[in-house]
């Protein structure tokens, strides 16, 4: 065990009894959780939800009947919403390296199976590191979605988080995830600070860093789903970090071995159908790719197989193939792709 892990777990494990005690406002999410999200949460125990310390949402469409992995469950309430979600036949499993937490997961899983009115658990908590998922008997190709919620900043080997993490995905699964990113690299001295490692800003990675790691493992187009600048609100805080720029963003990366590094057009469209659920009106895919119910839109080919070979593929209608190549697609992509506003919408922290 490292002396990051040890520091990470003392910090989740001892220093930090509930939310309220963050120093800073880097673990809080910001976003309004849709309707289907806000009903799971109503039935989530008091005790789970006080020890939440995330920092956006990290739970996608369409997840019935999925498996379901989440990368640094802490007390489980990502794991306890994605249960209400995947329904009875879906599988949750949480992974965390810091007992404390743990204990609090395990302790409520009756709880909530009698909650969500099932005959069995579909969820469960394992002990192990993030970073040697292959350490624990998980089958590669396995999992339809990993989900993970402010915790891959605190991981000392980032990239070998996400190879593990590709090596269980199935084809056409996703990591769907919500981190801390910062707009440079993390000053050494920074990231020998304790208490700024535990408060997820240095360990963060620098954006592109991050992409360049993501495309290395696999992952070849990164999509952003929402970003929001962090307002760190705590002067001794604030005066360490001085202009480095902090986000909280969500991505959705997914094992398509078929992407290219560029969005490139094939004049190829889709029209979405308005069948997943809680998106009825229009779809998301990411944050600059919204379909609308019932409208024909171009897409570049990257968009074109995460609809046509993923779990989305019966809510589109696909025009063309890839015979013929216009050229780069104008329309996707950018310089740093965060918004830079901060989260506003008036929800309260954690
Ligand atoms: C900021 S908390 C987030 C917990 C949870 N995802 C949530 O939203 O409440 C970070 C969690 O990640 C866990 N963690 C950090 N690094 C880890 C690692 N390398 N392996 C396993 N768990 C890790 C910590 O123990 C802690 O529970």
């Known amino acids: 065990m490292s002396e990051i892990h040890k520091q ?5 494990g001892q220093r930090l009894k509930t939310s309220d005690d963050l120093q800073t406002n880097a673990c809080c999410t910001l976003e309004s959780p ?6 799971a949460l109503s039935l989530i125990h008091d005790e789970v939800q006080s020890k939440y310390y995330g920092c956006g949402l990290c739970i996608p469409n369409e997840l019935v009947g999925l498996k379901v992995l989440d990368l640094g469950s802490g007390s489980g309430r990502d794991c306890y919403i994605l249960s209400k979600l995947v329904g009875q036949e879906g599988q949750v499993v949480g992974v965390d390296m810091t007992q404390e937490q743990l204990d ?3 302790k409520y899983i009756d709880h909530h199976t009698e909650q969500f009115g099932y005959k069995y658990a579909n969820v469960k908590f394992l002990k192990g590191n993030i970073e040697s ?3 624990l008997a998980l089958e590669p190709n396995s ?3 990993i989900v993970s919620n402010c915790v891959i900043n605190l991981a000392a080997d980032k990239r070998k988080v996400f190879s593990d993490a590709y090596q269980l995905l199935k084809p056409g699964g996703e990591i769907y995830f919500s981190d801390v990113y910062a707009d440079r690299r993390i000053p050494q001295s920074l990231r020998k600070d304790p208490v700024l490692w535990g408060e997820c800003l240095s360990g963060a990675l620098y954006w592109n860093d991050f992409l360049n790691i993501a495309k290395d493992c696999g992952f070849t187009d990164p999509r952003v789903m929402k970003s929001s600048a962090i307002t760190i609100e705590n002067e001794d805080v604030q005066n360490k970090v001085g202009d480095i720029q ?3 963003v969500t991505y959705r990366l997914f094992k398509l071995d078929n992407l290219e590094s560029d969005c490139e057009d094939y004049g190829q469209a889709v029209k ?8 009825e009106a229009s779809f998301d895919l ?3 790719h919204n379909f609308p119910a019932g409208k024909m839109a171009p897409v570049c080919g990257n968009t074109y197989m995460m609809l046509y070979d993923t779990r989305f593929k019966g809510h589109f209608e696909f025009y063309g193939n890839f015979d013929t190549h216009y050229g780069i697609y104008e329309g996707c992509g950018g310089n740093m792709p965060f918004n830079s506003e901060e989260g506003s919408n008036g929800e309260s922290c954690c």
């Open 8 to 12: 990470v777990q003392d910090y989740y």
């Open 34 to 39: 849709s309707k289907n999200i806000r009903e």
């Open 104 to 106: 609090i997961a395990n």
């Open 133 to 135: 998922l292959s350490d």
């Open 143 to 145: 999992f339809d979605l």
């Open 246 to 248: 902090f986000f909280s």
């Open 272 to 279: 979405y159908l308005g069948t997943i659920e809680g998106q």
């Open 286 to 288: 990411d944050d600059h």
